[in-house]
């Protein structure tokens, strides 16, 4: 089997550097390593001229930062027509063991009942960080939970969501499902395209494959991001759920909402600011405007 590596990278030379080390000196080689760099303007566009002309890698630049869905969408794109069988796909800041292909390689070889994505086991601070890889918390509802640490000491465990910090996806599936929605430009993108992922197959994880994420637990920080992670959200259920799930997803961004408004000066944000940030997300997942906007971006 043949495995290809899609790198999204945006600013962040120092962790981008750890990152392909551990990618070009894995005990079992990628055949094909794709880096997507999204605008860069930290020395990262100069720093990976010098991986373009090694065999198997592919440097896509893009001027402009369109996110990470953008990224991932745009590496995808390049590696399904390569002569590969299954796609990993990282950050910047996903650093992963030296045995990470090796352990996954052999897992996978070894499966009479082989999965059509996989994962791996996230460690943040040398912690296993459950919140990577999720459930839904019944069958049929949106919500997730975070699948137990005590299943992490099993050989593997099967999940339905996974982050794309470590998500592995065989192009077959990909052939059936397309590409993730470029225009979520970040978070939710991975959810949604595991919503798709979950009509074909489970997505089962190698407890013993492992990757190190780097920029630490940053998902209930209220910033410009969470314009972007309700928008999204509503968007995703709105496309793979009835009436019902789409009621409580509304709730419950609300309910977000007040807690942020609460909690504003903490973040230096004004009430009136995540007041407007959260009524402009909900306008806009429910009516499908999707894409970049320039009020809630990267400086």
Known sequence: ?????????????TLLKECMYAIFNQERMFDDIVIVDNGSTDGTKEYLSDYKDKKNTT?????????????????????????????????????????????TD???????????????TVLTFDKI????????????????????????????????????????VSKKIVNKIGFPKAEYFIWQDDEEYCERINKYTCIRNINKAILNHKTGKT???LNWKMYYGARNEIDKVKSHYGIVNRIICLIRVCVRCVKYIIT????????????????????????????????????
């Open 129 to 168: 960080y459950t919140r990577h890889r999720a459930r839904h918390i019944h069958k049929g509802c949106f919500w997730l939970k975070s699948v137990p640490l005590e299943e992490y000491d099993k050989d593997s465990f099967d999940c339905e969501v996974a982050s794309f910090c470590g998500l592995i």
């Open 219 to 221: 998902f209930n920080d």
């Open 264 to 299: 504003a000066n903490k973040y230096s944000y004004t009430r009136t600011e995540v007041i407007k940030m959260y009524v402009k997300a909900i306008h806009d997942g429910l009516h499908g405007q999707l894409g970049v906007n320039k009020n809630y971006y990267p400086r």
């Open 59 to 103: 440097i896509l630049r893009y001027e402009e930062n369109g996110g990470g869905a953008f990224g991932f969408t745009e590496g995808i794109k390049e590696v399904v027509s390569h002569n590969v069988d299954w796609i990993l796909l990282i950050d910047d800041d996903a650093i992963l063991n030296l045995d990470f292909l090796k352990v």
């Open 1 to 13: 089997m043949k495995y290809a590596v899609v790198v999204v990278t945006y600013n962040r030379l």
């Open 106 to 120: 052999d897992f996978i070889q070894k499966e009479s009942v082989k999965a059509g994505a996989y994962t791996c």
